[in-house]
Every structure is written in C-alpha cells, then in structure tokens.
C-alpha cells in the first residue's frame, strides 16, 4: 500500500537537506569541578556523545561540534576547535555559524552537548518548523525559550556578532516556541544534576 508522508515530514526532510547541525561542547564547565564535563564517562559513553548520536540520526547537510577538547572523537561530526572558551558560548556560536555559512546551507540547529536527553523527535519538530531563511524557532517549557534553536540563514551574521556567555538568548526571546516535556530540555551542569538525571541515561 502507497503510504503519503505528512506535510510535517515532508518540511523536515527538506529542511533537514539544507540544515547544518551544530553542537555546542566547548564550555568550561565551572560548576562541575575539574573534570571536563562533557568528556565525562555516563554508562561507558561520554556525556556529549548522547546529543550527538542523536543528533547523527538526522540526515543533515552538515554537522560541526565546537569543542575546546581536541582528543575527545565525535564521529559524523566535524570537530571547530574553540582555543577560547573564556570567551563565552557566543565564540562558539561565531565559529560554528561561520563554518555553517561556508558550507552554503540556509539554516543551522544549535544544540547543547551537556543537554543529554533532547529527543530525536523533537529535533524533527524544530526542523519542521523551517519556513526559510528567515526562520527563527526555539525550544521551550512553560512559555521559556531555550536551545536547541533553529536559525535560517538571514540569522547568521547577527549570530557571528554576539558577546559574551549569554549566547543568543536575546534572538530567541522571539522565536517561534516548539514545546517539549521539561525532562527532555534538563542541562547538566553540575555533579549533583548528573547524579539526579542518572536514571534517564537509558542508551
């Protein structure tokens, strides 16, 4: 039997073919000790590898990590090193969307490595949001907007031109809000947040 795909699927296959997946992994990790935190072993994988193996599922155009680690290996990623981190999230960003422009596509998915349990769903719900490229759409939990995000293309120069560690909180106070459960958005940003979100580490 002939099977029709939604008009959901549709969008996000196209938006997918011309989306750049970027992952942010380069923070300092302040509140976690002295251990890079996403390098950290969680049941035998390292933190960052559980966004990023999502993430790989999708058939991006492209997919960069901006990392300050350079022996952590990140496959189906090409690794941006970030030899600044001090700089704030906002130099990631900038290195990131410059190698997203560079490589010609009309959107790029901002994600974080230390946000572990964002579903592969709600990726494609974000990317099915793409209107072209002056999409702006966010994730979000009781009317917040956080990452991932997603960026058309029109976004990127303001992105390269962002300061400090507060990132592009200022553009997605804007955007378009794709709900997700407040357990899927959780952040690890200490010891005691990894401790407590042990449980929801299932692969």
Known sequence: MHCTKSIEQQEGS??????????????????FGKEHKIATAVR??????????RLAAIPFAARFVVTSNSTLQWPHFQALINNRPEDGIARSIALGIAAAHKRGVEAALIALADM????????????????????LVASGV?????????????WFEMLQ?????????SLISRATLVVARPEDLV????PADLERSMKHFDW
């Open 187 to 190: 952040d690890i940003d200490s």
């Open 116 to 135: 572990p349990f964002v579903p592969i769903v709600h990726f494609q719900r974000l990317l099915a949001q793409y209107k072209g490229t002056g999409t």
């Open 142 to 154: 009781d009317g917040s907007r956080m990452p991932p995000a997603l960026f058309g293309a029109e």
């Open 161 to 169: 031109q962002l300061n400090g560690d507060q990132g592009a909180r």
């Open 14 to 31: 196209v938006a997918e073919a011309s989306t750049a997946a970027i992952l942010l992994a380069a923070g300092q990790s302040v509140r």
């Open 44 to 53: 035998g994988k390292a933190l960052g590898h559980y966004a990023a193996k």
